[in-house]
Antibody
C-alpha cells in the first residue's frame, strides 16, 4: 500500500523557519517525481514545488522561490521542504504528492501556521 | 502561467441525478507529445485530495464508473451520472502540460440539495 506521511508542521513566527518531511513507503520512491502542494484554510489547492527522481532538477512557485528548498533522500525514502523567511500567507496544510500527472498519490497533509 | 477556470463554483445536486461541471484553460493543454495533461481531483470534507481522472478521460483505479471526463483543447467537463452522498466535496481540475507551474482551478463545491 502506498503511504505518504508528512511531519514537521506547527506554529512558527513570521520570519522563522520549518522543515517538513514526507516519509514514503509502498512504492519505489526513487522512480517518481515528487511535489509539495498547499491549501490555505478554506481555500483551494496551490502547487508549491517539484523535484525530479534524483534531485538534480527542482521547480518552485514564484511565491516561494528563494525562500523554500525542496530536496529528497532516496536512501531514506524521504522528501523534504525547507521553509525559511516564513510569512503569514504561507499558513496552509502542506501535502506531499507523488507524481501529479502519472500515478498520483497524496499524503494526509501537515499544517503550518505562521503567526506571532 | 496557464489559468484554469472552473464553473460553477458551487453546485447543489439531487441524489440520483446527474451533475456536470466545467473547466477551461487559458491556453490549449495539448502537449507536444500529443497527450493532454488535464486531471480531475476530488476532495471530500476533511480529507486529502485524490485523483479521479487523468489525461482528460481516464479513470484512476478504484474510481466508480459514474465519473467520466471529456473535452479537448481548452474546454473540459467532469460528469457524475448519478450523484451519491459520498460524492459531496470539492472537485478541482489541474493542468500538467505547461509547467512550471502546475496549476489548479478554483474548485467546484458539490453539495446535496
Amino acid at each position: 500500500e502506498v503511504q505518504l506521511v508528512e511531519s514537521g508542521g506547527g506554529l512558527v513566527q513570521p520570519g522563522g523557519s520549518l522543515r517538513l518531511s514526507c516519509a514514503a513507503s509502498g512504492f519505489t520512491f526513487s522512480s517518481y517525481w515528487m511535489h509539495w502542494v498547499r491549501q490555505a484554510p478554506g481555500k483551494g489547492l496551490v502547487w508549491v514545488s517539484r523535484i525530479n527522481t534524483d534531485g538534480s532538477s527542482t521547480n518552485y512557485a514564484d511565491s516561494v522561490k528563494g525562500r523554500f528548498t525542496i530536496s529528497r533522500d532516496n536512501a531514506k525514502n524521504t522528501l523534504y521542504l525547507q521553509m525559511n523567511s516564513l510569512r503569514a500567507e504561507d499558513t496552509a496544510v502542506y501535502y506531499c504528492v507523488r507524481d501529479l500527472v502519472g500515478i498520483s498519490s497524496w499524503g494526509q497533509g501537515t499544517l503550518v501556521t505562521v503567526s506571532s | 502561467d496557464v489559468v484554469m477556470t472552473q464553473s460553477p463554483l458551487s453546485l447543489p445536486v439531487t441524489l440520483g441525478q446527474p451533475a456536470s461541471f466545467s473547466c477551461r484553460s487559458s491556453q490549449s493543454l495539448v502537449h507536444s507529445d500529443g497527450n493532454t495533461y488535464l486531471n480531475w481531483f476530488q476532495q471530500r470534507p476533511g480529507q486529502s485530495p485524490r485523483r479521479l481522472i487523468y489525461r482528460v478521460s481516464n479513470r484512476d483505479s478504484g474510481v466508480p464508473d459514474r465519473f467520466s471526463g471529456s473535452g479537448s483543447g481548452t474546454d473540459f467537463t467532469l460528469k457524475i451520472s448519478r450523484v451519491e452522498a459520498e460524492d459531496v466535496g470539492v472537485y478541482y481540475c489541474m493542468q500538467g502540460t505547461h509547467w512550471p507551474p502546475w496549476t489548479f482551478g478554483q474548485g467546484t463545491k458539490v453539495e446535496i440539495k
